[in-house]
């Protein structure tokens, strides 16, 4: 190697290192693709990025139905169908409205509307109360739910058990704060997008518990590792158990590996077939057409009194 002479080594002492930071900022990208880029991310990391500035704040807010689009059209292509959200009242016709909440309609819904110990009882004046509805808010009450106690189902810890007519204040404190997140899901793509994200999470982890015990030989969903491991819930669109029953009681908990409700299999077409979005506006004329129905009677026979008593007059 050459040696560097004294006149050399005091000119390269002389440069002056001008290398910084590169300064380029994410909102800096084209619009189009920080979209790209968000896509990518999971619903719990989207949140985690509205907390680094207010930058990025206000961008995710007032991208938010976009974004959660995104994310949610290829990681829940499946549990976006399992688990709709429940029609505000607010967005039903308010000519319907008297119908929907008459004590006569109420009555019949009471065994859909018969607390459970692990899921609060929806708003009627907050949500619609049809059929479709109520199962609706049920099942997303229950995913926040399951999530919340996946620790103790990993590790082998009970459950604690809840004596019927008990009310205790823990109890009541985890269901409130399941049915907040579930309100928030109402308003927001995000959240709804968060739900999802938590029950694919318990649903993977469900499996592998199952999976693991090999004395265990029921049917279940075929998980691989990379299954796991993508962040999407394909794997579920293939073929495997169904699970229409609703868990009633976190005793069910313990043997349930995936609740993925609102579908049938279709031999015929070979895939899962989802009960279609638009059964809240099917509910909601069934309603209308129940209503007339009962009152009808009572019209016809108020005109046929009245024109008994014209003829006599």
Not at 15 to 43: C, F, G, N, Q
Request: hydrophobic letters at 35%; proline letters at 6%; one cysteine or more.
């Amino acid at each position: 190697m050459r040696k560097l002479d004294v006149s050399e080594d005091e000119k390269l002492g002389e440069l002056e290192d001008k290398t910084e930071a590169l300064t380029l900022h994410l909102l800096s990208l084209p619009y189009e693709l920080v979209l790209e880029i968000l896509a990518l991310l999971r619903p719990s990391d989207v949140f985690n990025l509205q907390r680094v500035n207010r930058s990025f704040y206000q961008f995710i807010i007032q991208e938010e139905h976009r974004v959660s689009r995104a994310i949610t059209s290829w990681r829940y292509v499946c549990l976006e169908k399992c688990f709709r959200l429940p029609v505000l009242m607010e967005q039903v016709d308010p000519s319907v409205h008297a119908m929907i909440r008459s004590p006569e309609r109420q009555e019949l819904l009471i065994i859909h509307k018969k607390p459970y110990q692990h899921i609060q009882s929806p708003n009627p004046k907050e949500i619609c109360t049809c059929l479709t509805c109520l199962l609706r808010w049920s099942a997303l009450c229950f995913v926040a739910d399951f999530a919340h106690w996946q620790r103790n189902l990993d590790v082998g810890e009970p459950i604690p058990m809840i004596p019927r007519g008990r009310h205790p204040a823990w109890n009541q404190d985890l269901i409130a704060s399941n049915a907040a997140i579930v309100r928030k899901a109402l308003r927001s793509p995000l959240w709804h997008a968060r739900l999802l994200e938590a029950h694919l999470d318990s649903t993977t982890r469900s499996i592998s518990r199952h999976a693991a015990n090999k004395g265990n030989k029921r049917r279940r969903f075929r998980m691989t590792k990379e299954d796991m491991e993508s962040g999407s819930d394909l794997f579920l669109e293939k073929t495997g158990p169904p699970s229409f029953d609703f868990p009633f009681h976190r005793d069910n908990y313990y043997m349930l590996e995936a609740y993925l409700p609102n579908r049938g299999w279709s031999a015929e077409n070979n895939r899962w077939m989802y009960v279609p979005a638009e059964q809240h506006d099917i509910d909601i004329q069934y309603i209308v057409n129940w209503s007339r129905r009962r009152h009808q009677p009572a019209t016809a026979s108020s005109t046929s009194k009245l024109t008994r008593e014209g003829q006599e007059l």
